[in-house]
């Protein structure tokens, strides 16, 4: 069966945008699938990550059309500004520059959905053609950026395809929306734009379950939720670090900002010389300015080892090296359906799992269903103390563990086998009657 994958990130992209499906074009052969890739030419990535390339399986036929940005317009500008925005490190409001102002209005209000949407129109002409030339009769298109699936509905208008959207984030929802200073009438399209992928594609595929359920209240059309994964890489044995490491890998926005935890951090340091002399909170990835001064004001600053990005390969012996893999979720209602892709990598990594983020979370829940760590609110400061300390104890003793319980139905290569399902399936009805939670 051949299927059409249309996307913008892939190899050599870098960071969690890309991966998901890489993963399901690495395994889809063994399940009878074909994947076709169309991706953008001369894409503006805010990381690279060219070690990904080597998972494409051969063979894979790859498709790359050119895509004007704007990010290079504005670069002219800043180009500090446009890299930080695009890697969505944006500060908090009042410590925003004129210059970050500005460029924050122009991206929300000028360019709906987002700054990829030149690539829509050409992307259709050429890819109508080759869908008929080449047989193919179901198509994907994979967001954020949403304007992806804007090439998905022009397809399906014009040509008929059966046209299946994979919302790896929300649209309208999603935590960064409100820092984009849209008008209303802009916020008024987006949610045009939304309703009208929602209610035009044949299939929506979400990653959460929260996020399944602010769709259906717009929608009738199918919705399962295929949350992301982890694959067993290829690391040879890991020893685990000998200091009392605590390990945050992936992007520190602004807003995965958890103060009273630095605080938690500091208090412990300050009244335990032993944990004192052990601990080292270790950030990999981009990290925000804020966040950094956050955690200078808390007094950590000695404690401190900013790793940056790494290659994916690297970030993975990091998760099992470390004592204690920390997840931190934007403290909004809005973040509640985030379900961070680094969660399962961290899950198979068998490290305990402190997580923070908004209540009513979905990662609590996989936390709690796979018996991987604990979840905690922002305000939690004292039971992040009594957490971090029996972590502390067991790691004193030698025993700091984790033996995660029924994880196998988040590898990879499951995932994708309920993926080719779903693609083999026929094409569903339009009522969420026939709605299916394959998580």
């Known amino acids: 069966m051949k299927v059409l994958l249309i996307t913008y990130y892939w190899p050599p992209a870098g960071g969690p945008g890309v991966q998901r499906w890489l993963k399901f074009v690495k395994y889809f052969k063994e399940f009878g699938i074909e994947p076709?890739?169309?991706?953008?030419?001369?894409?503006?990535?805010?990381?690279?990550?060219?070690?990904?390339?080597?998972?494409?399986?051969?063979?894979?036929?790859?498709?790359?059309?050119?895509?004007?940005?704007?990010?290079?317009?504005?670069?002219?500008?800043?180009?500090?500004?446009?890299?930080?925005?695009?890697?969505?490190?944006?500060?908090?409001?009042?410590?925003?520059?004129?210059?970050?102002?500005?460029?924050?209005?122009?991206?929300?209000?000028?360019?709906?959905?987002?700054?990829?949407?030149?690539?829509?129109?050409?992307?259709?002409?050429?890819?109508?053609?080759?869908?008929?030339?080449?047989?193919?009769?179901?198509?994907?298109?994979?967001?954020?950026?949403?304007?992806?699936?804007?090439?998905?509905?022009?397809?399906?208008?014009?040509?008929?395809?059966?046209?299946?959207?994979?919302?790896?984030?929300?649209?309208?929802?999603?935590?960064?929306?409100?820092?984009?200073?849209l008008t209303e009438a802009s916020?008024?399209?987006?949610?045009?734009?939304?309703?009208?992928?929602?209610?035009?594609?044949?299939?929506?595929?979400?990653?959460?379950?929260?996020?399944?359920?602010?769709?259906?209240?717009?929608?009738?059309?199918?919705?399962?939720?295929?949350?992301?994964?982890?694959?067993?890489?290829?690391?040879?044995?890991?020893?685990?670090?000998?200091?009392?490491?605590?390990?945050?890998?992936?992007?520190?926005?602004?807003?995965?900002?958890?103060?009273?935890?630095?605080?938690?951090?500091?208090?412990?340091?300050?009244?335990?010389?032993?944990?004192?002399?052990?601990?080292?909170?270790?950030?990999?990835?981009?990290?925000?300015?804020?966040?950094?001064?956050?955690?200078d004001v808390a007094g950590l600053s000695d404690f401190v080892n900013v790793r940056g990005y790494v290659p994916h390969q690297e970030a993975i012996e990091i998760q099992r090296s470390a004592q204690v893999l920390l997840l931190i979720e934007i403290d909004s209602p809005d973040t509640r359906c985030i379900i961070p892709g680094k969660l399962f990598e961290y899950m198979i990594a068998k490290r305990p799992i402190l997580a923070v983020g908004p209540s009513g979370a979905d990662i609590a829940q996989l936390l709690d269903r796979t018996e991987t760590g604990v979840f905690m609110t922002y305000d939690a400061k004292e039971a992040m103390k009594t957490t971090l300390l029996s972590y502390f104890d067991a790691y004193t003793r030698g025993n700091l563990v984790v033996t995660p319980k029924g994880i196998e139905r988040y590898s990879r290569r499951s995932l994708t086998e309920q993926m080719a399902a779903l693609l083999k399936a026929p094409s569903p009805s339009k009522t969420n009657q026939s709605v299916s939670d394959v998580s």
């Not at 500005?102 to 109508?128: C, E, H, Q, T």
């Not at 602010?214 to 067993?232: C, L, M, S």
């Open 36 to 181: 076709i890739v169309y991706c953008p030419e001369n894409p503006t990535y805010p990381m690279l990550d060219t070690s990904l390339a080597t998972e494409i399986p051969a063979g894979t036929t790859v498709l790359q059309r050119p895509i004007v940005e704007p990010y290079r317009w504005a670069s002219l500008f800043s180009k500090k500004e446009t890299k930080t925005i695009s890697k969505g490190l944006i500060a908090a409001q009042q410590q925003q520059s004129l210059v970050q102002r500005i460029l924050l209005y122009i991206r929300g209000n000028f360019f709906i959905p987002d700054a990829r949407k030149y690539w829509v129109r050409p992307s259709i002409m050429y890819l109508k053609k080759y869908i008929d030339d080449h047989g193919i009769d179901t198509i994907i298109t994979t967001g954020p950026p949403h304007s992806i699936h804007l090439i998905g509905k022009g397809l399906k208008e014009a040509i008929g395809v059966r046209w299946i959207a994979d919302f790896r984030d929300p649209w309208t929802t999603i935590g960064y929306h409100t820092q984009l200073k």
């Open 187 to 295: 916020m008024r399209k987006h949610q045009q734009l939304e309703k009208e992928v929602l209610t035009t594609a044949d299939q929506l595929v979400v990653t959460s379950y929260t996020t399944q359920q602010e769709f259906k209240a717009i929608t009738e059309r199918p919705i399962t939720v295929i949350t992301n994964g982890y694959d067993q890489e290829a690391v040879g044995a890991v020893a685990v670090d000998t200091k009392f490491t605590v390990a945050h890998i992936g992007s520190l926005l602004s807003g995965r900002n958890p103060m009273q935890l630095w605080e938690v951090f500091y208090e412990l340091t300050q009244s335990n010389a032993a944990f004192a002399a052990a601990f080292e909170l270790q950030l990999v990835g981009a990290v925000s300015e804020e966040v950094l001064q956050s955690i």
